[in-house]
């Protein structure tokens, strides 16, 4: 167990619909990175956030949205729901950013999306 | 940006033998290079890292090298057992790009018993 932990583990859901992801960090990690994995794509980073704030973006489409919230969980949103966006997306994250180092990322469970 | 390329993509060895996977990148400024096992439907799990003023570390049968010149790294497992079936991912990140991890296609290793 990482220590950090996804809900819900699955989702089924039709496309044209919008769902949202959570994602609670390790006790004391700042950082919150999420990544998608598909079958032809591999695992891909989306989107990370850091004390609340927009760090880095990745090959995020324009439909998906992220957010940190004061307690530092994350939401990932993804609205208009295509058949290509069924994936496995996880949440990992990491105690900060930098500071002359790179920090170990520890991944959550997963949350497996199927769009229908 | 990053671009990390993984060889090869599967590879089926006898428990007992060692397994080798290697991974270049393109980013000379990337300093930090993390293995990850995947079992099937499961979370990626940090096996091993090296940081780039390092060579080599080792973790009991789990080691990984690093050439910063050549820029490639590879991962080294001894006496393998079926317990190590699984994909294997290596990533590369650098500190100014947020941390954010860049993943190879991964490798699908086979432990025959």
């Known amino acids: 167990d990482s220590g950090v932990t996804q809900t819900p583990k699955h989702l089924i859901t039709a496309t044209g619909q919008r769902v949202t992801l959570r994602c609670s960090p390790r006790s004391g990690d700042l950082s919150v990175y999420w990544y998608q994995q598909s079958l032809d794509q591999g695992l891909q980073f989306l989107i990370q956030?850091?004390?609340?704030?927009?760090?880095a973006k990745g090959n995020i489409l324009e439909r998906f949205s992220a957010q940190q919230f004061p307690d530092l969980h994350s939401e990932l949103n993804l609205s208009s729901l295509e058949l290509g966006d069924s994936a496995l997306y996880f949440c990992?994250?990491?105690?900060?950013?930098?500071?002359?180092?790179?920090?170990?990322?520890?991944f959550g469970p997963g949350t497996r999306l199927t769009v229908l | 940006g990053e671009n990390v390329e993984q060889h090869p993509s599967t590879l089926s060895v006898q428990e007992g033998d060692s397994a080798v996977i290697k991974c270049t990148y393109s980013d000379s400024a990337s300093n930090y290079f993390p293995w990850y096992k995947q079992e099937l439907g499961k979370r990626p799990q940090l096996i091993i890292d090296i940081r780039s003023n390092v060579g080599e570390k080792k973790d009991q049968r789990i080691a990984v090298t690093l050439n910063k010149t050549a820029k490639h790294f590879s991962l080294h497992i001894t006496e393998t057992q079926p317990e190590d079936s699984a994909v294997y991912f290596c990533?590369?990140?650098?500190?100014?790009?947020?941390?954010?991890?860049?993943f190879g296609e991964g490798t699908q290793l086979t432990v025959n018993p």
């Open positions: 990992a994250s990491s105690p900060r950013i930098g500071a002359g180092s790179t920090d170990t990322q520890y």
């Open positions: 990533a590369a990140s650098r500190e100014t790009s947020g941390s954010r991890l860049t």
């Open positions: 956030y850091y004390n609340g704030e927009e760090r």
